[in-house]
């Protein structure tokens, strides 16, 4: 065995990944305990953004940044979804986005749920809008492979229903039990494994599956290594925030950049969680 063939054999060993590429446990206060506690028994968790985070003015700060930061181009209307601060953006740490990306439930639901230290990989809104065509790429079912585990939070910007291309999650998937082999699928150029409705239909998460809609504020964390989809938008627009963390043990690519200075600009607390991005 080729030695980076048994470096990501036993990256993929949970005692390993957990006990020696991921050691530190920390405490987190009790709502972040409930929190993680759901996510771990069906890898999804829904609730009222701004009422757990104790922010009512949250929706109109965020939209308001959104509305006058964020780049757009019309011709981005043609893609199905369009990242507005960009496809690898810099770490922005004056923004709202990233004072919510490290508001204390936010970073403690993320720790209790590996149960280590973990780290800030990726912040940014999507703009999704309808096209012509039929589902595909990640409107399509698939599974995430950054992490053995991947915490993914998400908070609509503004209302969305069955038309507005809700999130789907399977609840469940990603515990991935032995018995629970994926289904009939395909696989796509980059390598990620795509399915349908018929064949998640046929799998033993297919009486599992939850969409995620309501109102502007309405938030939700995934472990996106389990089984989701979503953005295959009818009418109308979804807009969302996406928050990453992973492990420090994650190997996949860098998904945005980081301001060279941190000391003094942030508190020294939240340095650990983005020291380790690239610099812009």
Request: net charge positive; charged share 25%; aromatic share 12%.
């Amino acid at each position: 065995m080729r030695m980076r063939s048994l470096k990501k054999w036993l990256r993929h060993r949970h005692i390993i990944w957990r006990y020696v590429s991921n050691r530190g446990h920390l405490k987190h206060d009790s709502k972040a305990n409930a929190l993680s506690r759901q996510l771990s028994a069906d890898g999804f968790c829904q609730f009222d953004g701004p009422s757990v985070f104790d922010w009512p003015g949250l929706m109109d700060e965020l939209n308001h940044e959104v509305n006058h930061s964020a780049h757009h181009d019309p011709a981005s209307e043609k893609k199905f979804i369009v990242p507005r601060f960009g496809d690898h953006p810099t770490l922005d740490l004056t923004s709202i986005r990233f004072k919510l990306a490290t508001h204390p439930v936010m970073v403690q639901t993320a720790q209790a749920y590996y149960d280590m230290k973990v780290r800030l990989r990726y912040i940014n809104v999507w703009d999704c809008y309808p096209t012509d065509n039929s589902p595909r790429q990640s409107q399509l079912w698939h599974r995430d492979r950054e992490d053995l585990r991947i915490f993914k939070f998400f908070m609509y910007l503004n209302e969305v229903g069955a038309d507005q291309g809700p999130f789907c999650y399977a609840k469940g998937s990603h515990r991935r039990p032995f018995y629970a082999t994926d289904p009939t699928g395909f696989l796509e150029a980059d390598g990620t494994k795509r399915f349908t409705d018929e064949s998640l239909a046929k799998s033993p998460f297919g009486h599992r599956i939850v969409q995620a809609k309501g109102p502007q504020g309405t938030s939700f964390i995934a472990d996106t290594s389990g089984y989701h989809k979503g953005g295959y938008v009818l009418k109308g627009l979804r807009r969302l925030l996406v928050i990453m963390y992973t492990s420090h043990a994650s190997q996949s690519h860098e998904f945005m950049t980081r301001p060279n200075e941190l000391k003094g600009h942030i508190d020294s607390n939240l340095v650990p969680l983005i020291e380790d991005l690239p610099l812009a």
